[in-house]
């Protein structure tokens, strides 16, 4: 196999852990044993990582929860749209978790924000129809702004940290600390 040379060049066991997860027991090397497999690596056992070598580093999930979906994964889809943040608010394993009622308040707010924006742009234009362009490069701005914040919000969330967010940030403590 392709991958089994670069297991060889110059890497060890914890620092090829990018090519150790596309690796089957097969294609391992017979010193390794059988103890040796991809659970096992996925697992952190001292087989994967001997003594002595650096563990890789990166963020950790949080526990998952019954259904198999993490917190930390829960509080990021929260922010794909706010169908999903209404559920997470309604079932039973997310809404016991402060922080998936953080991220799924905290995008519902956001997304009422954006749509009482894209109104009062809306109004503007509908009353001095002389600002049309201003208005239409305003919307395309705002929007921008708003997919930005929805970006780096969704990021955050899934890496496991919260971000408050001026106005809508504040509301979603409150409704999430409830």
Known sequence: MLL?????IGAS???S????GYMSNSDLPDALGPAHNLSSALSASPIACPAGQPRAKGAFMSESNPSGLSDNAAAGIAYITII????FLIVAPYKNSSYVRFHAWQSIFLYIAWAVVHILIGVVQNFVPTVLFLTLTLWQFVDLAF???LIIVFVKAFNGKRILLPITGVLAEKQANR
């Open 84 to 87: 999903p943040a209404i559920i």
């Open 147 to 149: 997919f930005v914040i």
């Open 4 to 8: 089994y040379p670069l297991y060889w």
């Open 17 to 20: 852990a990018f090519f150790r």
């Open 13 to 15: 066991a914890c620092r």
